[in-house]
């Protein structure tokens, strides 16, 4: 029998009820267990709201517990709120030179680029200023992932680019909410710089199990027909998720198996096909998730250990230091980091030598050294 391209592509069958909600760039209504850092976000940002400075605010914790959501969400609340304030959310990713996060602000506030003719940066901070005073508005800019600005080494300048424009534009009310999975790059900054951004600190802590479930569940209602997704086959699912400690991932396996399930021309998923789509994608988004939130001599731990096949935990630890010079207890730390972000496993061995442990990855050595090196 021959394959018609036609007959598949046409076939309006379909498992999903509204599968846009598991992409990634949706924001959901219904935020859920994130209370506490929404209130905390609100209160820094209704200043702003009533014609004052929104608290300059630092979001931080795991990769995949909320901070870029809620960030969204409230910036569509505020928006809808309030005309008195100018809400810009900037991914730091895409955009980590000065030219690039001014040239979103930009876009924001005329819905265009600015033009890109060697003109300083200079001009195009005094039109965004001379723009938002004469509208009498404030300015809120998020920067996310605001750790790739520490490794650009520009942080310090955008930052007092910002908050400093009251010397030379006379525009004080600005607000900016940083965020990232490691705080201490916060160290690194200039004194300068912390004079004037010296933010509140709020932390999104991993979701519990049960909270994973709940959340899991409601986006399975949005996205599925019922019937779709059983009882057993969500509870399979979110252990997964929990292991991994990403939700992230759960939404990823959500829509990778029900295209299977598809492919398979089945009605309902199965552990089975959760399983192919944990191997056909999900565990690699985890893995890369994850090492994006270390930085470079974390990096380098984990590149060793994928690398060098040692998994004695003293052993490494003489090799690391000839290697790189870290103390016993950054070393300790770092181990702990990396077994906190289920990278690693630490068995305690029992050995003549007293007592000693053994490093044991949880991802293989060869797509860790992969993800290693394209997370640069
Ligand atoms: N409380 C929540 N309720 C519903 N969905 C959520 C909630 N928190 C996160 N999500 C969903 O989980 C996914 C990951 O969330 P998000 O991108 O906000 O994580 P993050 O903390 O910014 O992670 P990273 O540090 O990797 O950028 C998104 O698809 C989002 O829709
Ligand atoms: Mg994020």
Known sequence: MTVDAKDILLDEETLFRNGKVLTPGYVPEN???RDEQLKALSY??????????????????????????????????????????VTVYINCEDANTRFAVFARIHEMLFGTSPPDTGKPIESVKEKIFSKLLKEDKGLIVALDELDQLFIKKNVDKILVDLLKAHTTYGFDRVGVFGAMIDERFMAKLDDKTRSV????????????????????????????????????????????????GDLRIGIDLLRRSGLVAERDAKREITVKQVDEA???????????????????????????????????????YERFKEETGVGIKKYNEMVKKLEHLKLVDTVHLEGERGRSRKIVLRYKAQDIQDHVKTCK
């Open 31 to 33: 935020i859920q267990h």
């Open 278 to 316: 944990f191997g056909g994608g999900s565990q690699m988004l985890a893995l890369k998730n994850t090492i994006r939130g270390l930085d470079d001599t974390e990096r380098s731990l984990l590149s060793y250990l994928a690398s060098s096949g040692e998994e004695v935990s003293g052993v490494v």
């Open 197 to 244: 951004f010296n933010p509140e600190r709020v932390f999104f802590e991993p979701y519990t199990r049960d909270e994973l479930f709940e959340i899991l569940s409601e986006r399975v209602k949005h996205a599925y027909y019922q019937g779709v997704v059983s009882r057993k086959v969500l509870d399979y699912m979110v252990d997964r998720t929990f292991s991994l």
């Open 44 to 85: 820094a940002l209704k200043p702003g709201l009533r014609g004052l400075n929104p608290i300059n605010t630092l979001v931080y914790g795991p990769p995949g517990t909320g901070k870029t959501t809620i960030i969204k969400h409230l910036f569509d609340q505020a928006n809808e709120a309030s005309g008195k304030i």
